[in-house]
């Protein structure tokens, strides 16, 4: 079966970077479009970032423009989310999630993938 693996959250100060990683498996991970989203207590999942299958698009939220870059290792089946000058806002757990039938139109929203892992979390504090 599909499972999706989160690795690399934790604890940081404001300003500080961190990578997290995604793999993949039971799925031809390069076949796929990749998402990431957050969700902070008592919110729902927030759209962060989206690549495609070959990594050649990505989409960010608002929030994640110019902070944070999505990237894949097809060879891998492994996607990054590299996070630089982190904010407290930003603590959350963090999910990757593999698209679904409904991606096209709808990859900012969790209703877009199919596939989910177990989150990571990342706590960041000044």
């Known amino acids: 079966q599909v499972q999706l693996v989160e690795s690399g959250g934790g604890s940081v100060q404001v300003g500080d970077s961190l990578t997290l990683s995604c793999t993949a498996s039971?799925?031809?991970?390069?076949?796929?479009?990749m998402g990431w989203f957050s969700q902070a207590p008592a919110e729902g999942r927030h759209f962060v970032a989206t690549?495609?299958?070959?990594?050649?698009?990505?989409y960010y939220a608002d929030s994640a423009t110019g902070r944070f870059t999505v990237s894949r290792d097809n060879a891998k089946n492994t996607m990054y989310l590299q996070m630089n000058s982190l904010k407290r806002e930003d603590t959350a757990v963090y999910f990757c999630?593999?698209?679904?039938?409904?991606?096209?139109?709808?990859?900012?929203?969790?209703?877009?993938?199919?596939?989910w892992g177990q989150g990571t979390q990342v706590t960041v504090s000044s």
């Open positions: 999630a593999a698209e679904g039938v409904d991606y096209k139109g709808k990859y900012d929203l969790d209703i877009g993938y199919d596939y």
């Open positions: 039971g799925l031809s991970f390069s076949n796929y479009a």
């Open positions: 690549i495609s299958g070959d990594g050649s698009v990505v």
